[in-house]
């Protein structure tokens, strides 16, 4: 998320040993174990991988780089054309919903439901339910993170009221677009059977061992089964069986907490009042920690979803963790068992991995809806010689024992960070996206921590190597077996940064062009590492960012290391969010946040004082839109 509110969540205190030594395995190239199948790299779940075989011949980047910029548009390399697609506020097609999108913000909270949320994130294209060969045809489905109040009404935050607080709860979710290519231009197919829209408020269940725990039931929901809504849904993934995994990340900062939060609430960083001014409490009482404490410990989860079916009710898998989680990345076993990387995107958190106990079986998201309610959680640990563990988070198994507060495994993951403080996990530099190559290593971006190495905090390790870390690293690792192993070895991809630079730890390594805090990360089928950049607002321009411009994508040849700047973005945008069509011609990407304030919250007097992209119009204000990427030429994106 832009919001430096991944920044404000430092709650780690734990005295876990983050010192290793400095011994530095960088470019270790240790290449072993099975492969398996990584799925995010997948064309589409439905199908398998027609129509891109043999696209992978030639360099794997064939395009010229574009260079850093400032310019409140996005720019793509010469040969290739962007189109703004389902920006906010643009109907998604339900039947007798379709609302033109006021440039005024005067749409209605129910008119907002039945629109594109705002701050568009990870993203992803499914195979068309009824057209699945057809690759001009398809669902696409995104999350819609947080919501910028000052844009969102006329009148910004001003004369709050429950209507405020029902637009800013329909501006967040997930989408479910029915999209179609007609005559060269992508457009969403209105009305659609498939279209929805997934809010703050939606009916959801609660699957896994905290389904029902006493720390989940409230006075609204006593048996703790079931929770209205998703929140701050930042990066994505998706399944073999065809479902969307969406990711609950910076939840506490929509909650009111008391003046004095104990230590579990402290622990997940609730504070006093409402440290953002999202103001929700005001008007819907659950968001308000100091009288429904537990309504907290609903939020924080990996969310299925089947978007080929509208009226499925989504499922919080409680078995994959509780976290700011930001993404959550499947691989397959060999005896196709489904693993799911996922990064806990706060400062000194930490990265996790779940195994299914069940094989995935054939039949779809019907087939497997309880998949992922079963199986055994780990957290990483990366050690200094260039190995890693992966140690289990199971209730009773050395110091997750109910004297130390864990009676059972709903315990354990409700409280997973605290779980992991004591079962030694390394304290990360913000892991946000996971993404795996052709070869089965597992990427992580770091995106940045300048707290790294300050007073009284974690300092430098092998795995997080630079003090003061401004500009973020891309670590990896390969699994000592297959995807279940419990061990692995593990180096840097790339530590980002700028070679102009005089200090010395924010040159970085980059092999080609320079950038800064990593954020989006994905695979696409022919293997090429696209990279998206999230540099705070408050930072850009300044400081270490000082000649980086606009946020960024760019790709990455895992084999080789280089890297080519593919697109910039508007001005205070992040770059997030990457998908494709199955024959690769066309690509999605999110634009979210563009002229973002540094406040963070846009002042409804001057709507358009950092940036009117993409409508630039006279009257206009900045949206969180898709881009959809063609070569000129008809070409597979990044050749
Ligand atoms: Fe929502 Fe960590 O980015
Ligand atoms: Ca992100
Ligand atoms: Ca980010």
Redesign the pocket.
């Known amino acids: ?3 430096d ?2 920044t404000m969540e430092d709650s780690n205190r734990s005295s876990n040993p983050s010192i290793h030594d400095v011994s530095d395995p960088a470019r270790r190239t240790v290449l072993r174990g099975g492969l398996g199948v990584a799925v995010s790299g997948l064309l589409a779940p439905l199908a398998g991988c027609a129509g891109m075989t043999g696209a992978v011949a030639g360099p794997l980047l064939g395009f010229k780089s574009v260079p850093v910029g400032t310019a409140d548009t996005v720019v793509v390399p010469e040969g290739y054309s962007a189109q703004v697609f389902a920006a906010w506020g643009e109907s998604v097609g339900l039947p007798g919903e379709d609302h033109a999108f006021s440039f005024d913000a005067s749409n209605t909270a129910a008119q907002q439901e039945a629109q594109m949320g705002m701050h568009h ?1 990870g993203i992803h294209f499914f195979r068309h339910p009824m057209k699945a060969d057809n690759p001009a045809a398809g669902l696409l489905v995104m999350n819609h ?2 919501a910028d109040d000052g844009l969102l009404h006329p009148d910004g935050m001003a004369t709050w009221n429950a209507q405020k607080v029902r637009k800013a709860q329909a501006a967040h979710g997930v989408a479910v677009i029915e999209v179609e290519q007609q005559a060269g231009r992508w457009t969403i197919v209105k009305p659609s059977r498939w279209a929805r829209r997934i809010t703050a408020n939606t009916p959801m269940a609660l699957g896994g061992p905290a389904a029902g725990h006493a720390l989940m039931q409230t006075a609204a929901d006593p048996a703790g089964r079931r929770v209205l809504g998703t929140l ?1 849904n ?2 994505s993934g998706i399944t073999p069986w065809g479902t969307y995994l969406t990711c609950e ?2 939840f506490i900062f929509y909650f009111k907490g008391p003046d004095q939060p104990d230590a579990h609430q402290a622990r997940w960083g609730l504070r006093k009042g409402d440290p953002v001014g999202y103001r929700w409490h005001e008007h819907d009482e659950r968001f308000n920690a100091t009288q429904h404490p537990n309504e907290t410990n609903r939020f924080g989860w990996v969310v299925e979803i089947d978007p080929y079916d509208p009226s499925s009710t989504p499922v919080k898998r409680t078995a994959l963790g509780r976290a ?1 989680h ?1 993404g959550a990345t499947v691989a397959v076993t060999k005896d196709q068992r489904a693993v799911v990387y996922m ?1 806990e ?1 706060a400062r000194f958190e930490y990265i996790y991995k779940f195994v299914s106990r069940d094989a995935i079986k054939p039949g779809g998201a019907k087939a497997n809806a309880g998949l992922l309610d079963h199986g055994t959680l780990y957290v990483a640990r990366f050690d200094a010689d260039g190995k890693g563990r992966w140690i289990a988070l199971v209730q009773g198994q050395g110091p997750l024992t109910a004297a130390n507060g864990f009676a059972d495994q709903g315990d354990v993951l409700i409280k997973s960070r605290q779980a992991s403080d004591r079962l030694g996990a390394t304290k990360m530099d ?1 892991p ?1 996206w996971i993404d795996i190559d052709k070869q089965g290593w597992v990427y992580c971006t770091l ?1 940045n921590n300048s707290n790294r190495g300050g007073n009284n905090q974690p300092a430098t390790d092998a795995a997080n190597p630079r003090a003061n870390n401004t500009m973020g690293h891309i670590i990896r690792w390969k699994e000592a077996g297959d995807f279940d192993s419990l061990s692995f070895e593990w180096n840097h991809f790339v530590l980002a940064g700028d070679p102009t630079l005089e200090r010395a730890e924010a040159k970085g390594n980059v092999k080609g062009d320079a950038f800064a805090c990593p ?1 989006g990360l994905w695979t696409d089928a022919r293997g090429v590492l696209w990279i998206q950049t ?1 540099m705070s607002t408050s930072a850009m321009g300044k400081g270490d960012l000082k000649n980086m411009g606009n946020n960024m994508m760019l790709a990455a040849d895992p084999r080789t290391g280089d890297i080519r700047r593919f697109l910039v973005g508007p001005v205070g945008c ?1 770059i ?1 969010g990457a998908t494709a069509t199955p024959d690769g011609r066309t690509m999605f990407i999110n634009i979210q946040h563009p002229g973002e304030s540094p406040s963070e919250r846009s002042d409804p007097n001057q709507p358009r004082r950092f940036s009117n992209w993409p409508d630039q119009r006279p009257d206009g204000r900045p949206r969180s839109a898709t881009v959809v990427i063609r070569k000129n030429d008809g070409g597979v994106i990044g050749t």
Do not use: I, V
């Open positions: 998320m832009a919001k509110f991944s994130d993170e947080y701050n930042c990066a990340e910076n700011a930001e990064g995107d913000r946000e995106t954020d999230d992040e997030t």
